[in-house]
């Protein structure tokens, strides 16, 4: 479900996301996607983000929507935070790069430029499948040429109160410093797309 209806800007950001972007936990108007959207407005900035996260998605289930989402919505930018399921549910690396190239090439098509998330689960999962995990976001990234975005919950992980009971999910407090912290990647992103 798209949950940000786009109401200024020229340029539509579309963020195919989890839990992690869909306010898991908390209200819609607490998460860092609506505290984004509401610093992008108050600076006029030409770009709004159009939110289709869905807690508990996977790439397989971002794949399955997301040519229906484009053929609806009028999308200058695709943002991919996915594969933090997957992992979670030891699905084959293999796979999981797949989908997201598969996500990848239904954007290109349309002439939508993509970036893509990098994504880290726990260490539970043994360093060999965390290791071949981790490579799939960046030899994605490197196979098409597109920005590779730093996974924004391992910069708050560590700090106290950041994170929710789960241990997995951060928490309300920690929203606005990751909505600070994609605003820099997606500037410096939107910068080298005009230039």
Not at 17 to 40: C, F, R, T
Request: charged share 20%.
């Amino acid at each position: 479900m798209i949950t940000v209806s786009k109401a200024w800007g020229t340029n539509s950001i579309l963020l195919l996301g989890d839990s992690v972007s869909a306010s898991y936990g908390m209200q819609p108007n607490e998460g860092w996607v609506h505290i984004l959207n509401e610093k992008l407005r108050l600076k006029n900035s030409p770009y709004s983000i159009v939110n289709a996260s869905v807690s508990g998605e996977t790439t397989s289930g971002g794949l399955s929507r997301l040519s229906a989402i484009l053929d609806k919505e009028k999308i200058d930018y695709l943002l991919i935070e996915l594969g933090g399921n997957d992992g979670l549910r030891g699905l084959p690396p293999k796979t999981i790069k797949n989908n997201l190239l598969q996500m990848i090439a239904i954007a290109e098509k349309r002439n939508i430029p993509v970036s893509l998330f990098g994504i880290k689960i726990p260490p539970n999962y043994g360093p060999r499948y965390n290791k071949m995990f981790e490579a799939v976001f960046t030899s994605v990234a490197e196979e098409k040429h597109i920005p590779l975005l730093p996974f924004f919950v391992e910069d708050i992980i560590l700090k106290p109160g950041m994170m929710q009971d789960d241990g997995i999910h951060p928490s309300a407090k920690a929203q606005p410093l990751i909505a600070n912290l994609v605003e820099e990647e997606l500037a410096k992103i939107m910068k080298t797309a005009e230039d």
